[in-house]
């Protein structure tokens, strides 16, 4: 029975999951719109999200390069891969952070967050209504 209930809520878990990952990357970047150098980071949601639901039965777990390396049990999921931005106009200091851009992928993801949660809101209202005895 848990296992079906799990199945029926991993897709949008992941969602979650990714979608918050990313907004943190995002948050990164605006803090840090000013720092000499630092590198604007983002992920591409579809490739992670495709990954994710693939990877060892649907869960995003931690990659670790050696022993006890992120060892940490019931961790929310990570991203695979952050990749970096190509600016479209250099500065001089070297920071690749461009604020328009980065504010309308952080304000995106927010929606697309909330969207997610209330998909799964509902979902988790609909799996209550079918197991309530009338």
């Known amino acids: 029975?848990?296992?079906r209930l799990e199945e029926a809520l991993n897709h949008h878990r992941q969602?979650?999951?990714l979608r918050h990952e990313r907004q943190k990357i995002l948050a990164a970047n605006i803090a840090n719109a000013d720092t000499p150098g630092f590198k604007a980071r983002d992920i591409d949601f579809r490739t992670e999200?495709?990954?994710?639901?693939?990877?060892?039965?649907?869960r995003l777990e931690l990659a670790a390069?050696?022993?006890?390396?992120?060892?940490?049990?019931?961790?929310?999921?990570?991203?695979?891969?952050?990749?970096?931005?190509v600016p479209d106009q250099a500065s001089l200091d070297g920071n690749t952070v461009?604020?328009?851009?980065?504010?309308?992928a952080f304000a995106d993801n927010s929606v697309r967050y909330q969207a997610a949660l209330t998909l799964l809101n509902q979902r988790?209202?609909?799996?209550?209504?079918?197991?309530?005895?009338?």
């Open 98 to 104: 461009d604020m328009d851009r980065e504010r309308s």
């Open 49 to 58: 999200f495709a990954a994710a639901l693939g990877r060892r039965g649907g």
């Open 15 to 17: 969602a979650l999951s």
């Open 65 to 85: 390069t050696a022993p006890g390396h992120l060892a940490r049990r019931g961790a929310p999921a990570a991203v695979g891969e952050v990749l970096y931005r």
């Open 124 to 134: 988790i209202q609909g799996l209550k209504g079918a197991m309530a005895p009338e």
């Open 1 to 3: 029975m848990t296992d």
